[in-house]
């Protein structure tokens, strides 16, 4: 349930540096301002995302009914303790740091691990392809929310809970009237919209509905003029590889804490 699926590849924290040797540089976007990136739960929270944020300028987070995600502006004593208050005792919060987190007592961490952060700036991302006969890929609704928790239960893409399509759209692919995979939009900032929640039913893996999904969702992005992004844990390399045969590039690492309030 506290599993959480994000992105990048072996470059230095902080590092702007895209590695891509696939991607020819003459069909990449211009290079958006980044610095947003470094801090993307609490950009998103501040902008794009400030209607849903709960909080206030030293700690913000989304309504539980859509995730733990929370952001602070920095690692302060101060900023953690405004933290708390949104916790509230025994309550959970997933953080993305710049550095190797450090709470202060008080706190239990649950998870933690170095992530990669990925963006795709080639402006043409493959077109989903091989899908077997009997899918298809479709925006998912209101309707499709029973069908979409159920999926993210079963293969814990990260954490999803019944408010979480609030936050973007989201795509599905469907055999049979049954939904057996999916992914959507997340995080997003006035520039960037991240890529989230992608996961297939166990019964339906090794058919590249996860990449297909990725791609369809990428490219919803970049059709209303924003940049994707995505996370992922660095030791998720089949991951790292498919991400990157979909012109995502790497840009730096962010730490995952996912603490618990005690106090």
Known sequence: MLTLLFMMFSVQAGSPQLRHPAVDARHLLPMPDTTPLDNPIWSALRTEHAALALGDGLARRYPIQIGPLAGMPDTSATSYEALRDLAGKGGIVGLFLQDRPAPPSGWTM????????????????????????????????GADVPAMVELARLTEPGPFNDRTPELGAFFGIKRNGRLVAMAGERLRLPEFVEVSAVCTHPEARGRGYGSALTATVARHICRNSRTPILHLFAANQPALRVYSGLGFAVRRTLELAVMQNEL
């Open 110 to 141: 649950l998870r933690d691990g170095t992530m990669y952060q990925m963006i795709c700036l080639a402006p043409e991302l493959p077109d989903p392809a091989g899908l077997a006969p009997g899918a298809e890929i479709v925006q998912l609704t």
